[in-house]
């Protein structure tokens, strides 16, 4: 079983900074691109930002700037956020495109880390 965990969601005010970090575990042989996904309420799902094995970062347009991705080891994706804005305001996701050790391509997915940005 291979899973991702995510952690640091909060409240915070406008202009404020939070750091969510990614665990990856389970019976895992490699994980290629590692990613962070955006849910505000009554809208679907979007990227926000992903970091390939080689290091390349892509950003949504609306984060540009203002969120970095990064990761320090093959398992472990962190998003730090910074000049934080009500519209940031989502159920954050860690995403990952997982390699079993029986070499199964996988898509999965965390259980979602809650932000909340007040004016």
């Known amino acids: 079983q291979v899973q991702l965990v995510e952690s640091g969601g909060g409240l915070v005010q406008a202009g404020g900074s939070l750091r969510l970090s990614c665990v990856a575990s389970?019976?895992?042989?490699?994980?290629?691109?590692m990613g962070w996904y955006r849910q505000a309420p009554g809208k679907q799902r979007d990227l926000v930002a992903v970091?390939?094995?080689?290091?390349?970062t892509s950003y949504a347009d609306s984060v540009k700037g203002r969120f970095t991705i990064s990761r320090d080891n093959t398992k472990n994706v962190y998003l730090q956020m910074n000049s934080l804005n009500p519209d940031d305001t989502a159920v954050y996701y860690c995403?990952?495109?997982?390699?079993?050790?029986?070499?199964?391509?996988?898509?999965?997915w965390g259980q979602g880390t809650l932000v909340t940005v007040s004016p």
């Open positions: 995403n990952a495109g997982i390699v079993s050790i029986i070499r199964r391509s996988l898509e999965v």
């Open positions: 389970g019976s895992i042989w490699s994980i290629n691109r």
């Open positions: 970091v390939t094995t080689g290091g390349n």
